[in-house]
T-cell receptor, first 112, second 114 residues
Framework: SQKIEQNSEALNIQEGKTATLTCNYT??????LQWYRQDPGRGPVFLLL?????KEKRKERLKVTFDTTLKQSLFHITASQPADSATYLC???????????FGKGTRLSVIA | NAGVTQTPKFQVLKTGQSMTLQCAQD?????MYWYRQDPGMGLRLIYY???????DKGEVPNGYNVSRLNKREFSLRLESAAPSQTSVYFC?????????????FGPGTRLLVL
């Protein structure tokens, strides 16, 4: 069966450290993988998209990697801040005309 | 631009009552989606509309109906609400043009069915 697994339901880290979140998928062949941020009481907001031909993508303090052999994406936040505390969701689609499917998310808490 | 708007923000229903959740987008998007989000279950797709005039079932369509009223509006109807439908409902939209399309979400409707 098809699965998207974000292996940590919750992750606590100290301010200033790098947070690393994992997204693994099974029985999908995505050409792109996306990451979203969701704050309590709000809808998810798009952060980054990475293509299967890209090994790594960066945006300010965010970095995403995509390994289609391991079927895994890693999401890094460097120099983390309490304002980075949120739930982070990975998402992918199995073909160009099918809806996005989301992982369950990892709730990140950055402690000052 | 308001983006994706949803009404109401919060609703309490009794078992068996019906209601319609409204969603509208002002970004000229072709595709619209309804998700529900429950603790421990993540976002699950209920129904979607790839373009005006079409609707398709998602992962959890039972107990729901949808209407794509026009390009801007996509409503979700609960004909006979059940406690299992207590959830947070999110509407989303995008241009619907392929692999790299990202999703724009509304603020959500919190529904409690007693």
């Amino acid at each position: 069966s098809q699965k998207i697994e974000q292996n940590s339901e919750a992750l606590n880290i100290q301010e200033g450290k790098t947070a690393t979140l994992t997204c693994n998928y099974t029985n999908y062949s995505p050409a792109y993988l996306q990451w979203y941020r969701q704050d309590p009481g709000r809808g998810p907001v798009f952060l980054l998209l990475i293509c299967e031909n890209e090994k790594e993508k960066r945006k300010e303090r965010l970095k995403v990697t995509f390994d289609t052999t391991l079927k895994q994406s890693l999401f890094h936040i460097t120099a983390s801040q309490p304002a980075d505390s949120a739930t982070y969701l990975c998402a992918l689609r199995n073909s160009g005309n099918t809806p996005l499917v989301f992982g369950k998310g990892t709730r990140l808490s950055v402690i000052a | 631009n308001a983006g994706v708007t949803q009404t109401p923000k919060f609703q309490v229903l009794k078992t068996g009552q019906s209601m319609t959740l409204q969603c509208a987008q002002d970004m000229n998007h072709n595709s619209m989606y309804w998700y529900r989000q429950d603790p421990g279950m993540g976002l699950r797709l209920i129904y979607y509309s790839a373009s005006e005039g079409t609707t398709d079932k998602g992962e959890v369509p039972n107990g729901y109906n949808v209407s794509r009223l026009n390009k801007r509006e996509f409503s979700l109807r609960l004909e006979s609400a059940a406690p299992s439908q207590t959830s947070v409902y999110f509407c989303a939209s995008n241009l619907g043009r392929g692999w790299e399309e990202t999703q724009y979400f509304g603020p959500g409707t919190r529904l409690l069915v007693l």
